[in-house]
């Protein structure tokens, strides 16, 4: 493959997720990752910090687009409403990204120190969700409760969509997910 190819970026992201799957993370290095490219380790540092990233880079644009959801929201939305907004928002972005987010998926489990940091970044869309909602005035502890309700929910979802390969609605999981949790809190004081 010419370095010359286009996208870049998605071309040393497959070969990463091949590499992880083969060799396992803490084996693959940036060198053979970038070669499976077909492109220099150079170019692998223009896009990713470092190996890891290659799985979390997309945090920055998934949280600026959960928050502009909540943003937009009605006036009239309860929190958790604008929460499931912003899930639902996102869904198309993952939906695109399937079979790679499976690879991903797979890649993490295997690899402990990926898990802390698959949950440090959930733990980060939670409060940039959390504060969002206090922005449109919600106060607390029902922010942080609505963004950590709405990240349980879209994990759940998540996996299920991932794991069945005839279920093609991630935003059904979604509003499925809250669905739940608001039944099992139903008729509670």
Known sequence: MSRWEPNARGRLEQAALELYR????????????????????RTFFRYFADKREVLFWGQGALTELYVGAIAAAPDSAAPVDAVAAALEAAAPVFQERRELGRQRQS???ANPGLQERELLK????ASAMADALRKRGVTEPAASLAAEVGVIAFKTAYARWLSDPDQQDLSRLIRESLGELEVMTAGRD
Do not use: C, H
């Open 107 to 109: 890649v993490i489990a």
């Open 122 to 125: 959930r733990a980060s869309l």
């Open 22 to 41: 083969e060799r396992g993370f803490d084996q693959a290095t940036v060198a053979e990752i970038a070669e499976r490219a077909g492109l220099t380790e």
